[in-house]
């Protein structure tokens, strides 16, 4: 039952950039926050960026701000994750996902989200 699918990952050079994409399947998300997520190999998934419902509010993790932008739109219900500057520290597979709840976005842990895609993977080249 996947219900975020990503799409836009693939192999790049230090430097340069990748757009991500989370496609919604099966449901919709009306008013639901989004975030994005990363887990590099051997280490813990980690936050990435997240954007509320009317896009009014956005996080991004000290690692990525000025670097990679979250936006949606939601007559698509599509949620975009444009990364630039990439280095090869941001090798990971990447994951979008879903509070469990509509409504304002209380946590940026990952316990706090309860639908999530099934990765894609980036990989950043030095």
């Known amino acids: 039952q996947v219900q975020l699918v990503e799409s836009g990952g693939g192999l790049v050079q230090a430097g340069g950039s990748l757009r991500l994409s989370c496609a919604a399947s099966?449901?919709?998300?009306?008013?639901?926050?989004m975030g994005w997520f990363r887990q590099a190999p051997g280490k813990d998934r980690e936050f990435v960026a997240a954007?509320?419902?009317?896009?009014?509010?956005?996080y991004y993790a000290d690692s990525v701000l000025g670097r990679f932008t979250i936006s949606r739109d939601n007559a698509k219900n599509t949620v975009l994750l444009q990364m630039s500057s990439l280095k090869p520290e941001d090798t990971a597979v990447y994951y979008c996902?879903?509070?469990?709840?509509?409504?304002?976005?209380?946590?940026?842990?990952?316990?706090?989200?309860?639908?999530w895609g099934q990765g894609t993977q980036v990989t950043v080249s030095s």
């Open positions: 996902a879903a509070p469990r709840a509509p409504g304002k976005l209380g946590s940026r842990e990952e316990a706090a989200f309860g639908f």
């Open positions: 099966r449901r919709t998300f009306i008013g639901y926050a």
């Open positions: 954007v509320s419902w009317s896009g009014d509010k956005i």
